[in-house]
């Protein structure tokens, strides 16, 4: 009963010459919020999708809820049939919503449950409205995508991984296509899922975010996990070198002129 | 009767109108077959990995692409007797348009699909929707929207082009009219009534076709919605 629900052992992945998993080991207990961070390029989005297979993986194995999903020395664990139940309790939460624009709101919500769950009409928009009530969105339910505001959509999108009553969820930088003043929004819906006790695996840039929500955080770079451990230990103590110059660069912009003045 | 230079317009109309009747056969005809082998051809080109799949539907496409309708025509009528297939003239007329159109329709179809956001995708597999699903439920009623201008555009061109299965001695419109300003020398007239007899069709035709696009573009404000079993 120990066993974690999500186990990565050994991912390594790369792009051509671009290594963007070397080596990577994660574990993620049933309760947990596991926040990663770490520059662009450092592999986190990467990591993110091959933990429901939206991408494969050169070798190293992953084992969600008992089921191995990814193992590319199986010829079985990548089976269609098996990627999609795997996939049915990973809800995911991408960067740029992917909403369905010909759905409403609603019908975003109740598309899956219907198709996968079989449920009914009724059941999926009962489970659907009471969703999107907890989002803030009842009012919302009957409009489509373009009519919303970007922190709706990424909202209703939550609402819409929720409806598969997923074991875990997994964010894909939820926040970075919204603008400044729509990201509070969706964090405090976040925040809410987490002292809900969900399961989540969260890529962000929010570092105070990442600070509150966080109970483990797993720093990245050019595809290693090179720390990982409690919010405060590595904001505050990091072990590692690269690591502290992440968080300094993260916490503080101003303190990096240099940074911004080459980036003119 | 040719020679008969006293027949008058109301004589030759009611044949000219079973002619038209016989061009919206064709064209309704072809069409059906147009959208099937459109949609077919489509899905079997949707990934060039599936070589089984891919390489003879690509064939077929370009074949049809690249030889001319009227020589598709004259196969599906003149030659294909040889071989023991005949069909009537109207069966000949529409598989060869119907066969034709769907070459064009399946490039549509197929380029409609591939341009639906691959987020799309994405967010259908991670819901854990079968392909099947996501086909039905996510991507296909996408791409109808993309295809639906130029499918319409398909439609009316085909309307027009199935004169051509005069050549095969369907009597169809231009057909019935050749006829009858052969035997009446009142071309002028039997021409003009054509023309307007091809309008009278396409240009509602297209009308409906732009009201259409226009009801189905969910990004429209002001668009009907549908009530949600539940209340809010």
Request: overall charge neutral.
């Amino acid at each position: 009963m120990t066993s974690p629900l999500i186990e990565a052992t050994h991912l390594v992945k790369s792009y051509g010459h671009v290594q963007a998993l070397d080596d990577v080991n994660l574990a993620v207990d049933a309760g947990e919020v596991v926040v990663i961070i770490g520059p662009s390029g450092s592999g986190k989005t990467s990591l993110i999708r091959t933990l429901n297979g939206l991408e494969t993986i050169d070798s190293g194995r992953i084992v969600v809820d008992g089921t191995c999903l990814q193992d590319p020395t199986e010829p079985t664990a990548m089976r269609r049939a098996v990627r999609q139940e795997v996939r049915r309790e990973l809800g995911m939460v991408f960067q740029r919503f992917n909403l369905f624009p010909h759905l409403t709101a609603l019908g975003n919500v109740t598309l899956a449950p219907q198709r996968v769950r079989g449920l009914s009409k009724r059941e999926a928009e009962e489970r659907g409205m009471s969703l999107l009530r907890d989002m803030g969105l009842e009012k919302k339910a009957l409009n489509f995508p373009h009519e919303l505001s970007g922190g709706q959509q990424q909202r209703v999108a939550i609402a819409r991984a929720l409806a598969m009553q997923p074991k875990a969820m997994l964010f894909d930088e939820a926040t970075s296509a919204l603008d400044p003043e729509l990201v509070g929004e969706v964090l405090r819906v976040m925040r809410k899922l987490a002292a809900d006790g969900m399961t989540m695996i969260i890529v962000t840039h929010e570092m105070h975010f990442a600070a509150q929500v966080a109970h483990r955080l797993v720093v990245m770079d050019e595809g290693r996990v090179i720390e990982t451990g409690e919010p405060q230990e590595v904001f505050n103590a990091p072990k590692e070198e690269r690591t502290a110059r992440f968080v300094r660069a993260v916490l503080e912009p101003e303190s990096m002129g240099g940074v911004a003045s080459e980036h003119r | 009767m040719p020679g008969t230079e006293d027949q008058s317009v109301a004589d030759w109309i009611p044949r000219l109108l079973e002619g038209l009747q016989l061009t919206v056969l064709l064209t309704l005809g072809g069409f059906a077959v147009a959208l099937v082998v459109g949609l077919v051809i489509a899905v079997m080109r949707l990934n060039p990995k599936l070589y089984v799949l891919y390489i003879p539907s690509t064939i077929f496409v370009e074949i049809f692409r690249g030889t001319p309708l009227l020589l598709q025509l004259f196969f599906a009528y003149f030659a294909l007797p040889s071989i023991g297939i005949s069909f009537s003239p109207l069966v000949a007329g529409i598989l060869g348009l119907g066969f034709n159109t769907g070459a064009y329709l399946s490039e549509i179809f197929r380029g409609s699909v591939l341009s639906v956001d691959k987020g799309q995708w994405e967010a259908t597999e991670a819901l854990g929707l079968s392909w099947g699903s996501s086909m039905r439920y996510a991507i296909l009623p996408q791409a109808f929207r993309i295809a639906l201008p130029p499918t319409g555009n398909y439609a009316v061109s085909l309307f027009k082009d199935s004169a051509l299965a005069a050549t095969v001695s369907v009597s169809e419109l231009l057909f019935t009219g050749q006829m009858i300003g052969a035997e009446t020398f009142q071309y002028m007239q039997v021409y003009a009534v054509i023309a307007l007899m091809y309008l009278a069709v396409s240009y509602p035709t297209s009308v409906a076709l732009r009201r259409l696009e226009r009801r189905i573009d969910t990004t429209r404000p002001g668009r009907k919605r549908r009530k949600a079993l539940v209340d809010a």
